[in-house]
């Protein structure tokens, strides 16, 4: 066999070896994340969700000022100070922390 032929194979087993072992590697590092992709994943259904109820949003946020007036305009005023200063970070330049 030509010595560049059994160079190239015996490379190709490492990579193919090398391969196998990183594969193993980020299966094991994804079951970690498993968790949160899963709450992740959730979070987009109850959004969608909303999307597609947007009578029963506004009926569970009537509800609820209706039951704790304080509390939701608590919760309100965060709500436009945090999108007062995303509006000032993005005016400025500035790129959000990550």
Excluded at 60 to 79: I, Q
Aim: charged fraction near 25%.
């Amino acid at each position: 066999m030509n010595p560049r032929a059994t160079l190239l194979m015996r490379r190709r087993e490492r990579l193919v070896q090398r391969s196998g072992h990183l594969r193993r590697t980020l299966t094991r590092e994804l079951r970690a994340a498993e968790p949160a992709l899963a709450w992740a994943d959730r979070l987009q259904d109850v959004w969608l969700w909303l999307r597609g109820n947007p009578v029963m949003a506004v009926a569970g946020s009537m509800a609820l000022a209706a039951s704790r007036p304080r509390r939701l305009l608590g919760w309100g005023l965060r709500a436009w100070s945090a999108w007062r200063l995303f509006q000032r970070l993005r005016a400025s330049g500035a790129k959000p922390l990550r």
